[in-house]
C-alpha cells in the first residue's frame, strides 16, 4: 500500500515538473518571437504574463493521475529525462522538510 502512495506522490511531483517545464518552454518560446520581430516586446510581456496565470490557475486544480499519465506519454525523452530530475530534487526537498522525531533534534 505505501508503494501506492510513493506512486501517487511521484505522478504528482511529475504534474508540477510538467508545470514549471512548460512555464520555461512558453518564455523560451515568447522570447524568439520578439528576438524574430514576429511580435513586440509588449506583446510579448503580457503574453508571458497570460500564460503564467494559466498555468498558476493549473496548479490551483488538484492534480489528477489520469491526465498527468496520459500526458507523460507524449513526452520526449530528453523532457522525461528533465521531469525525472525534477522529481528526484522535489523530492530530496521534501525528505530534507519532513520534521525529525521528538527528541532527535537535540531538545
Same mark, same amino acid.
Given at each position: 500500500?505505501?508503494?501506492?502512495?510513493? &506512486?501517487?506522490? $511521484?505522478?504528482?511531483?511529475?504534474?508540477?515538473?510538467?508545470?514549471?517545464?512548460?512555464?520555461? @518552454? *512558453?518564455? +523560451?518560446? =515568447?522570447?524568439?518571437?520578439? $528576438? $524574430?520581430? %514576429? /511580435?513586440? =516586446? +509588449?506583446?510579448?510581456? =503580457?503574453?508571458? %504574463? #497570460?500564460?503564467?496565470?494559466? /498555468?498558476? &490557475?493549473?496548479?490551483?486544480? !488538484?492534480?489528477?493521475?489520469? +491526465? /498527468? *499519465?496520459?500526458?507523460?506519454?507524449?513526452? *520526449? @525523452?530528453?523532457?522525461?529525462? $528533465?521531469? @525525472?530530475?525534477?522529481? %528526484?530534487?522535489? #523530492?530530496?526537498?521534501?525528505? &530534507? &522538510? +519532513? !520534521? *525529525?522525531? !521528538?527528541?532527535?533534534?537535540? #531538545?
Amino acid at each position: 500500500m505505501n508503494n501506492l502512495g510513493d &506512486e501517487m506522490k $511521484k505522478i504528482i511531483l511529475a504534474g508540477i515538473g510538467a508545470a514549471a517545464t512548460t512555464a520555461e @518552454k *512558453s518564455k +523560451e518560446v =515568447v522570447d524568439q518571437l520578439v $528576438k $524574430k520581430g %514576429e /511580435i513586440t =516586446v +509588449e506583446q510579448g510581456k =503580457v503574453l508571458n %504574463e #497570460e500564460l503564467k496565470h494559466n /498555468i498558476k &490557475e493549473k496548479l490551483r486544480t !488538484p492534480a489528477n493521475a489520469d +491526465e /498527468i *499519465s496520459r500526458d507523460l506519454e507524449k513526452v *520526449s @525523452k530528453d523532457d522525461l529525462a $528533465k521531469l @525525472k530530475a525534477k522529481i %528526484e530534487e522535489l #523530492e530530496k526537498g521534501m525528505d &530534507e &522538510e +519532513e !520534521p *525529525s522525531a !521528538p527528541g532527535q533534534d537535540g #531538545e
